[in-house]
């Protein structure tokens, strides 16, 4: 079967960095997408890796090691604006997208 | 660019009342997508269609469940009859339909749906 995972919840403070992983199993690969999705809205794109290795992004950055079927997002200089769930999601060989459960992170002053 | 548009934006109801979700895509996307989202079952893709075509509707969850797509910039959602355990968040979302980065759905506000 397919499979994405990453942590439920983090928490942070304001000002720091914060990594979120992402694992997956999948029929095949075609890319990984980030999306970020705040509380009562909608998911909004952050970024897409195909290729191994960093992606950066003003205070985001996204990494893809394939061997390892492996993902993270890293958050820069946090702000409470960035309290949010982030869902990982892979295009399949299919280029059907299959999502990752979300994972809540909390900023705290 | 508007972006995807989703209405009714909120939607209470009766169990066993037709409820109709409507999506107006980004103009020039060739995929449409239905998701349904719930705290419990999180993100779930409904159906999706290419080119106006149904491609995949395995995640509909029964009969009860309808999508139309009778032109490239409009699609429905159907629920009938309508029960409590439907209510959740409907979202649609588009996107171009072709490879890597062109496949990256932009979604709409959603529809927050409440069967009573």
């Known amino acids: 079967g397919q499979n994405i995972d990453q942590p439920t919840e983090m928490t942070a403070t304001e000002g720091a960095i914060v990594q979120i992983n992402c694992t997956y199993q999948?029929?095949?690969?075609?890319?990984l997408f980030w999306y970020q999705q705040h509380a009562g809205e909608a998911p909004t794109f952050l970024s897409y890796?195909?290729l191994d290795g960093l992606e950066e992004k003003g205070r985001f950055s996204s990494f893809l090691s394939r061997s390892k079927g492996y993902s993270y997002l890293l958050l820069k200089e946090l702000q409470m604006k960035d309290s949010a769930s982030y869902l990982c999601?892979?295009?399949?060989?299919?280029?059907?997208?299959?999502w990752g459960a979300g994972t809540k992170l909390i900023i705290k002053p | 660019d508007a972006g995807v548009i989703q209405s009714p934006r909120h939607e209470v109801t009766e169990m066993g009342q037709e409820v109709t979700l409507r999506c107006k895509p980004i103009?020039?996307?060739?995929?449409l997508f239905w998701y349904r989202q719930t705290m419990m079952r999180g993100l779930e893709l409904l159906i999706y269609?290419?080119?106006?075509?149904?491609?995949?509707d395995s995640g509909m969850p029964e009969d009860r469940f309808s999508a139309k797509m009778p032109n490239a910039s409009f699609s429905t959602l159907k629920i009938q009859p309508s029960e409590p355990r439907d209510s959740a968040v409907y979202f649609c979302?588009?996107?171009?339909?072709?490879?890597?980065?062109?496949?990256?759905?932009?979604f709409g506000p959603g529809t927050r749906l409440l069967v009573l």
């Open positions: 999948t029929s095949g690969f075609n890319g």
């Open positions: 103009s020039g996307h060739n995929s």
């Open positions: 890796n195909v």
């Open positions: 979302a588009s996107s171009f339909g072709l490879s890597g980065p062109q496949e990256t759905q932009y």
């Open positions: 269609f290419n080119n106006n075509v149904p491609i995949d």
């Open positions: 999601a892979v295009l399949d060989s299919n280029y059907q997208l299959i």
